[in-house]
């Protein structure tokens, strides 16, 4: 009985030490699984990288009509004005849609500066793993933590730092950004009044979740917002990034 219970517990110590391992290698493979996964290029990634850009522009507004249509599907018959909660998801559009927009000066500027822009442009950006979001002078040492990376490299992790950090919250913003990267500004059509109007409702959304200043009877507690208007909105937008990359096509 000694024996075999020594017997029956040195097999189960092997047992357990095989399924461990079993287990092990099963994480690693579903690791590496998911890793592929996630890093398989996109239908974005194997464009030309303007195309690439002018897909997820386009991609992007049709979700912002997604989400008005759904509004309209949901709103029902008759006249009135709708509840809050019932409008939050145009709300949702109009955040969207300024995303959009900014999504697209990003990915214009993050493809044109690293390889193009001059030094009037790049002077206002702080060197990669700076711990300031202004420019400033550096001393040779600074760059010991990047020994082995190109020039090329370290103005690409700069620029790229430096978007992820930018924001485009006034119609002046974005006509400055875009001509930096040569754009001519005053041949874009688009209304900046309906611009500014977007942005500036988006940013009553974001920070006080559209509270309506008016009060008193028959105010809601939330401004009122509409299908339409939103619409109006998107195609200023859409003009304004099919007349940039058109732009650029040409450049």
């Known amino acids: ?18 399924l461990r391992r079993w287990g092990h290698g099963l994480r690693v493979a579903i690791s590496t699984l998911v890793s592929e996964e996630l890093h398989k290029p996109t239908e974005w990634d194997t464009m030309p990288m303007l195309d690439a850009i002018e897909t997820r522009f386009a991609d992007n507004l049709s979700r912002v009509e997604n989400l008005v249509s759904v509004y309209e599907r949901s709103r029902g018959e ?13 709300r949702s559009a109009v955040v969207l849609l300024h995303a959009t927009l900014e999504d697209l000066v990003r990915s214009i500027i993050a493809w044109r500066w690293p390889t193009e822009a001059g030094p009037e442009v790049l002077d206002r950006i702080p060197l990669t793993g700076s711990d300031t979001d202004q420019p400033r002078k550096f001393l040779l040492g600074v760059l010991a933590s990047h020994r082995g990376r190109t ?13 992820s950090r930018s924001n485009y919250n ?8 875009l001509a930096t990267v040569g754009v001519e500004v005053d041949q874009l059509t688009s209304d900046l009044d309906d611009l500014r ?3 500036d409702r988006r940013h009553w959304i ?28 998107a195609q200023n937008v859409h003009v304004l990034g099919q007349e940039a990359v058109a732009q650029l096509r040409d450049n």
């Open 1 to 18: 009985m000694f024996f075999a219970g020594c017997v029956s517990g040195y097999l189960g110590g092997e047992l357990e030490t095989v």
């Open 78 to 90: 008759g006249s009135g004005r709708r509840a809050v909660h019932a409008t939050d998801v145009l």
């Open 151 to 163: 020039v090329q490299e370290l103005i690409s992790s700069s620029v790229e730092e430096y978007l």
């Open 170 to 177: 006034r119609p002046e913003h974005v006509m400055a950004a």
């Open 197 to 199: 109007q977007m942005m």
């Open 206 to 233: 974001v920070h006080r979740a559209d509270a309506n200043p008016r009060t008193g009877s028959g105010q809601h507690r939330a401004q009122s917002i509409s299908p339409e208007r939103i619409r109006v909105w």
